[in-house]
């Protein structure tokens, strides 16, 4: 579909973010547009310190821009009160993380619903978290506890949490950063169905070529700033888009896989 004939889900308007560490600052992003339409699947690729994982923090609410303007699903992010920042977190954006960050003493069933537990959610609907498993492959592992489960079905338990409140946008940061390549790619493949088959939109962070060929769309982010945004149906495949990735960012991208 045209973009122009899509809505965005998040849009980014000349965003930067300078850390400050005693009297040194770091420019970790500037001059930021960006915008992700309702249900696309976007990877954010570039070298470790190029602001990729910045740039999820401040689309996600988990950081605030030092200056420009966020707007996820019609909110300004900018106008929210941190309590209703951390309130509108918990209903309107999945967080999906490269440690998986799953409660240990918890079973993958009450992981999945951690979300809505934290938010003082009383009844909880049984079928969706079984709808969810089901979708993610995990529905005869939900009386597991983490250290039970293999690194794969942790990211799938982590997936299905991300998605339990139903977010407008799912946000992966490195989703298969802690994983071998063959259970990364079958990650990848479920993100990629979830976008296909249930409209999801996905924002995926990763250094990896054949992890970021999976999304529809690939940003890629140099010294703070976005040099290159292109469809991934222009490359046959995942050593096509790193040879055209080190064109551009001007550095060798390992292909795994
Ligand atoms: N909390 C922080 N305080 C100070 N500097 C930070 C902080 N977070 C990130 N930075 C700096 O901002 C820049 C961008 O960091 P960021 O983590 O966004 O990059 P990245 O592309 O995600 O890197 P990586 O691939 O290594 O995770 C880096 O120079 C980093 O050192």
């Known amino acids: 579909m045209n973009d122009s004939n899509r809505t965005p889900i998040t849009v980014v308007q000349g965003a930067s973010k300078v850390y400050r560490q005693g009297d040194r600052t770091i420019s970790a992003l500037q001059g930021i547009d960006l915008s992700i339409?309702?249900?696309?699947?976007?990877?954010?690729?570039?070298?470790s310190g190029s602001g990729k994982s910045t740039l999820l923090h401040l689309m996600s609410?988990?950081?605030?821009?030092?200056?420009?303007?966020?707007?996820v699903a019609g909110h300004d992010l900018g106008?929210?009160?941190?309590?209703?920042?951390?309130?509108?977190?918990r209903n309107r954006i999945g967080l999906v993380f490269q440690a998986f960050n799953l409660i240990a003493s918890l079973n993958a069933y009450d992981n999945i619903l951690f979300p809505l537990y934290a938010a003082g959610v009383k009844q909880t609907d049984d079928t969706v978290v079984h709808e969810l498993a089901s979708?993610?492959?995990?529905?005869?592992r939900l009386t597991h506890r983490p250290d039970s489960l293999s690194g794969g079905e942790q990211q799938r338990v982590a997936i299905a949490r991300s998605l339990i409140a139903n977010p407008a946008i799912v946000f992966a940061d490195e989703p298969t950063g802690s994983l071998d390549s063959v259970t990364g790619q079958?990650?990848?493949?479920?993100?990629?169905?979830?976008s296909?088959?249930?409209?999801?939109?996905?924002?995926?962070?990763t250094h990896e070529p054949s992890?970021?060929?999976?999304?529809?769309?690939?940003?890629?982010?140099?010294?703070?700033?976005?040099?290159?945004?292109?469809?991934?149906?222009?490359?046959?495949?995942?050593?096509?888009?790193?040879?055209?990735?080190?064109?551009?960012?001007?550095?060798s991208a390992m292909v795994t896989s």
Request: charged share 25%; proline share 2%; hydrophobic share 40%.
């Open 37 to 47: 339409y309702e249900g696309s699947f976007v990877a954010v690729m570039g070298a």
């Open 61 to 71: 609410g988990l950081t605030r821009p030092s200056s420009g303007t966020i707007t």
């Open 79 to 89: 106008t929210l009160s941190d309590r209703r920042m951390t309130h509108f977190r």
């Open 135 to 140: 979708q993610l492959g995990i529905q005869d």
């Open 186 to 194: 079958s990650i990848c493949k479920l993100l990629r169905d979830l």
């Open 196 to 205: 296909d088959q249930h409209g999801r939109t996905i924002v995926m962070v």
């Open 211 to 251: 992890v970021a060929v999976w999304a529809d769309d690939v940003v890629v982010l140099k010294d703070g700033e976005i040099i290159d945004r292109f469809p991934t149906n222009r490359y046959e495949d995942a050593q096509s888009l790193a040879a055209h990735y080190q064109q551009i960012v001007g550095e």
